[in-house]
């Protein structure tokens, strides 16, 4: 089960990376958020990746020295006791101090900023966080090899989900037996989420009106949460009889996420839940069929946002007191990449691209339905990579 990244995987990212800066007035950056530091390296320790614009990038670790150099296949991995000693290191190896010097200031602390720049106060400090993202946007086969591993992994645990619904249980006692079986098959039990102050479980089940308890989360549903220390997803409440129960799981078996929403009850649902239910499906096959390179993400949301109005359900179109301004997000290493189905949004796709497209509806006094699926942006369109039937399931 334990997998290192293929050298060739870091080789390829690291040049990318170079000709981005070489792009850029930047001439070095220094990298030290975990997901950049595996995309990177293939190692996550408590460490800093120092690249330049030309030649090795230096991966400077605190601990584990043994586990970096076993997991990751750069050449130049020191230790080194506190960040002070970055600046000397890099002269001894005969590298230049940089003059232009990036850094992720969307992830870093005020005190570890302050800390930096006073380190590196020859240089001038600029922010690489968009940068870094971008980079990651357009997948390799190796990634997308990845992605279907952990769609594959997230198919089996859906297929069993009705088997796990009795009546008379909790949204909570739903959950863990999703949650349960999901680390059985191997999910790593951490789900990475982009955004300051925006933190993730493995995902969640909404059930009933639920579903529609706004949250401060950037998502389009919420939940109340068992406590207001995590104000998001189940609520420990009963599930009821002709009430949507929505499953919407990031499943992560290897670092990288898929998104997947389902809707499941118990006994039939209201026709005015039915009804959008397929209008859901109808807005998600619309945008699939239209998406291909060149298409621009703000057109693909606009068509969502047609079809909505068409049916009459703008005022419920993916969320109810508090609308999500999006219909599809980029996913990989975090659940929330780039790019985002939004208006405004004028970023063409790519092929190499994977997106999750969630098109959901949100009704007072009955719940939320909706549907969501992981799409590889391909030369011709999409294709999708989370194949579970999509029919809502009665048990």
Known sequence: MFKTVPAQEIEDRLARLQVSLDRTELDSCLIGSNVNLFYFTGTIQMSYLYVPSSGDPILFVRKDMARAREESPLKEIVDFKKPEDIPRILKDKGCPLPKNIGMELEQLSAKEYLRLEKIFSQSRVGDCSLLLRQIRVLKSVYEIGQLKESAAKAALVYSEIPNFIKPGMTDLELAAAIEHRSRLLGHIGLVRFHGVKQEFFFGQVLAGENGLVPTGYDTALGGRGLTPAFPKSVAGETLKEHSPILVDYSANYNGYNVDLTRIYSIGQLPQSLLDAQQVAVEIQETIAAAAKPGVSCAELYGLALELAARYRLQD?????????????????????????????????LQAGMVLAIEPKFAFPGLGAVGIENTYVVGNNGLEKITIVPEDIISV
């Open 316 to 348: 419920n179109f993916m969320g109810y007191s508090q609308q999500a301004q999006f219909v599809g997000h980029g996913i990989g290493l975090e659940v929330n990449e780039l790019p985002v189905l939004a208006a405004k949004f004028n970023t063409e």
